[in-house]
């Protein structure tokens, strides 16, 4: 795993956000090489699959298929004010499980928007080989339980 400010890190919707120069082919980059990693330890099912990295390091490997499908995340100033609105991934109640939410700062339209986003995350997920279940939290917010395949 790399350590922050020292190599790539995926989006989690908990940082100052990722429109830096650049981004787009990092993202692109690290998203190869997942697909990579996987072709190569998987054996049979490929790229269809979460590698074993990816099951030890659920936040990180879900935040790295968001982002490269182009969704975004949100993000936090440095005062921990939330600014955008996007998906935030999180680590589940367990070690296999990721959590992901819709947020947005207050005042916007992520609570509305949240079921449709929501299904786009899920999408994106779904094609990269990973189960998502829709659930209803505190306040009646949605959130994704997010885990590999079994």
């Known amino acids: 795993m790399a350590v922050p400010g020292q190599g790539f890190e995926p989006a989690t919707g908990d940082g100052p956000g990722t429109a830096s120069p650049g981004r ?6 690290a998203f190869e090489g997942l697909l990579q990693i996987r072709r ?4 049979p099912a490929g790229a269809a699959v979460p590698a074993p990295w990816e099951v030890r390091q659920p ?3 879900v935040a790295l298929v968001l982002e490269a499908a182009g ?3 949100s993000a936090l ?4 004010r939330r600014t955008g609105t996007g998906y935030r991934v999180a680590a589940g ?14 005042g916007s ?4 928007e949240e079921q449709a986003r929501l299904a786009d995350c899920a999408a994106a997920l779904e ?5 998502c279940l829709l659930y209803r939290g505190p306040r009646r917010r949605r959130f994704l339980e997010v885990e590999p395949p079994r």
Do not use: F, H, K, M
């Open 71 to 73: 969704i975004p995340p």
């Open 40 to 43: 190569l330890v998987n054996g």
């Open 109 to 112: 339209s992520a609570a509305e």
């Open 93 to 106: 109640a367990e070690p296999r499980l990721a959590e992901v939410t819709w947020l947005g700062p207050p």
């Open 24 to 29: 787009a082919a990092e993202v692109a980059t």
């Open 127 to 131: 094609r990269a080989g990973w189960v």
């Open 59 to 61: 936040p990180r490997a």
């Open 77 to 80: 100033d440095a005062e921990g």
